[in-house]
């Protein structure tokens, strides 16, 4: 069974600067099916990336995604506001089908 | 416009089931992919079910032999029926669209929240 690992559990970053959020599995994501999804309170998830790196439909530039393997990094670059929420990491294809991370949860530092 | 709007969560005792409704609209609902992942109150994201586009189905370990997905082409809605549920089970439940070929979710419902309890 995959394991998807979030890190740091909390990052307190202030408003402007960049944000670098890690997400690690216990085995290799087949064909770079990861993606980060952003969660605000009360709040449905939101897709940022998919395919590790390609930004969904409205995404800002801001957003980044790389990694491949075991090892992937969402990045934003300079944080606004709106951007502080929980992250979520969620792969596919390993067993269970679909798995999400625990979360990163970035605040106003 | 692609929306999905979740109903049937509420209040209900340990042991008893509950039918969770998704209907979509500004898509098939057969199209894509259709999954349910719910969240426990403070908790993370956990992925329950999926339907294929095909038909097939998939479940999480936590919920297999006492969940079943299906869906209604005719009135393009997605069901989650929920049966023997448990303290554990007790979530805000989202139904959430595929991305073909991506193995995600690009569009979500704004959930339903699940309460089970004595």
């Known amino acids: 069974e995959i394991v998807l690992t979030q890190s740091p559990g909390t990052l307190s970053v202030s408003p402007g600067e960049r944000a670098t959020l890690s997400c690690r599995a216990s085995?290799?994501?087949?064909?770079?099916?990861l993606a980060w999804y952003q969660q605000k309170p009360g709040q449905a998830p939101r897709l940022l990336i998919y395919g590790a790196s390609s930004r969904a439909t409205g995404i800002p530039d801001r957003f980044s995604g790389s990694g491949s393997g075991t090892d992937f990094t969402l990045t934003i670059s300079r944080l606004e506001p709106e951007d502080f929420a929980v992250y979520y990491c969620?792969?596919?294809?390993?067993?269970?089908?679909?798995?999400f991370g625990p979360g990163t949860k970035v605040d106003i530092k | 416009e692609v929306q999905l709007v979740e109903t049937g969560g509420g209040l209900i005792q340990p042991g008893g089931s509950l039918r969770l409704s998704c209907a979509v609209s500004g898509f098939i609902v057969s199209s894509n992919y259709m999954s349910w992942v719910r969240q426990a109150p403070g908790k993370g994201l956990e992925w329950v079910s999926v339907?294929?586009?095909?038909?097939?189905?998939y479940y999480a370990d936590s919920v297999k032999g006492r969940f079943t997905i299906s869906r209604d082409s005719s009135r393009n809605t997605l069901y989650l029926q929920m049966n023997s549920l448990r303290a554990e089970d007790m979530a805000v439940y989202y139904c959430a669209r595929g991305v073909p070929a991506a193995g995600t979710f690009d569009y979500w419902g704004q959930g339903t929240l699940v309460t089970v309890s004595s």
């Open positions: 339907i294929y586009a095909g038909g097939s189905t």
């Open positions: 085995q290799s994501v087949s064909n770079s099916y």
């Open positions: 969620q792969q596919y294809g390993a067993s269970p089908l679909f798995s």
